[in-house]
């Protein structure tokens, strides 16, 4: 398997969905990510009429942390230890775009 990608969670109330993705260490830099990314936002607020998409990813992954960046999302904030990384707890940041964003982002 290359990776994944996709939406980990769906909140309908709120038209809030969460995007997780990993890509294997030997495809990384090639741009995959990047196009699938794009897909899945586009998804996301197009088809599933979502009004915002958060990313969540560990404050040390410098790599995960540059995807949303590249695609206009905003840091909203940080968790403490909200995951637990093979031997130790990790803190996420959390980033949002909203679907207004991200119509004057793509004109």
């Known amino acids: 398997m290359v990776g ?3 939406f980990n969670d769906i909140n309908k109330t709120n038209k809030i969905g969460t995007i997780g993705y990993w890509l294997g260490e030997n495809f990384q ?3 995959i990510m990047s196009k699938a990314f794009k897909s899945v936002i586009d ?3 197009k088809d599933l009429g979502l009004n915002k998409i958060e990313v969540s990813v560990a404050v040390g992954n ?3 942390r540059a995807l949303p960046k590249q695609f206009g999302f905003i840091l909203e ?3 403490r230890q909200a995951e637990w990384l093979y031997d ?3 803190d996420h940041v959390i980033y949002g775009l ?3 964003e991200w119509k004057k982002l793509s004109n």
Request: aromatic residues 14%.
């Open 4 to 6: 994944t990608i996709g």
């Open 29 to 31: 830099g090639k741009g």
């Open 43 to 45: 998804y996301g607020f």
């Open 62 to 64: 410098k790599k995960s």
């Open 77 to 79: 904030g940080e968790i």
């Open 88 to 90: 130790h707890y990790v």
């Open 98 to 100: 909203l679907s207004n």
